[in-house]
């Protein structure tokens, strides 16, 4: 699979880039901490009790993993000498109201299934590294990502009633993932194309700046005066 080739890849940058193993570890936490709450509010919203009951023990997984990996990014940066970052904040997106329960199941069954690839490609990577110790980290992360891949997907095909209708159904998560995050690069690189336009023009606003500066105070109040 392309996904699983590259991050085989990748992992020897990736992993290696100066302070980018933290920062990796902390997005981990980040990301997982933002399902908690989307699953807590699938678990108060869905009309299923046994769905519920569900996604509640998904939350605890995604809770237990929030710490994992900002503990293991701490430890990466307190061994550097540098302090620690913070616990991941509360910011979601409700998926579950955007999406409907449906196609909410779709797009977690996704995501889990990234998740289950990429981590599977990083634990390899650090026991042919000799690093055991995060390799069962991800070990251990990608046991749940199996099982939260399986039942999403099952309850998806039962609430579905036909493996063909799930796939459609995942077919449509996946284009709108893939028109949310054109939207959100589109929206990073409009942010800094915009700094680097002001702090190309701002230099050519000095001249007039020196120039507003060099006239007296007494003029620059009353005006410039024809004579």
């Known amino acids: 699979m392309l996904r699983s080739f590259l991050a085989d890849v990748l992992n020897p940058i990736v992993w290696n880039l100066p302070g980018n193993a933290a920062k990796k570890f902390y ?5 997982e901490y933002s399902s908690v709450h989307d699953l807590l509010l699938a678990a108060r919203k869905t009309q299923s009790d046994s769905r519920a009951a569900k996604y509640l023990g998904h939350l605890e997984d995604e809770y237990k993993h929030t710490s994992i990996f900002l503990n293991r990014a701490n430890k990466i940066r307190k061994d550097k000498g540098q302090s620690p ?24 069954h996704l995501g889990e299934k990234r998740g289950c690839i990429q981590f599977s490609s ?41 493996k063909a209708e799930a796939h459609k159904e995942l077919a449509r998560a996946n284009r709108w993932e893939m028109r949310r ?25 000095m001249p007039y700046k020196l120039l507003y500066l060099c006239v007296p105070a007494k003029v620059q109040k009353s005006g410039w005066n024809k004579s």
Request: proline share 3%; glycine share 6%; net charge negative.
């Open 122 to 162: 990083y634990a390899k990577y650090f026991d042919k590294k000799g690093d055991s110790y995060t390799a069962s980290i991800f070990k251990a992360v990608l046991e749940d990502e199996v099982q939260h891949m399986n039942y999403t997907y099952e309850l998806l095909e039962e609430m579905c009633g036909s």
């Open 181 to 205: 995050r054109w939207m959100r690069s589109g929206r990073a690189i409009t942010s800094k194309l915009f700094f680097l336009i002001t702090i190309s023009i701002y230099p050519l606003f």
């Open 27 to 31: 997005s981990f936490s980040c990301t």
């Open 85 to 108: 970052l913070p616990h991941p904040g509360s910011e979601y997106e409700q998926l579950f109201e955007l999406l409907g329960e449906k196609r909410f199941l779709a797009f977690v």
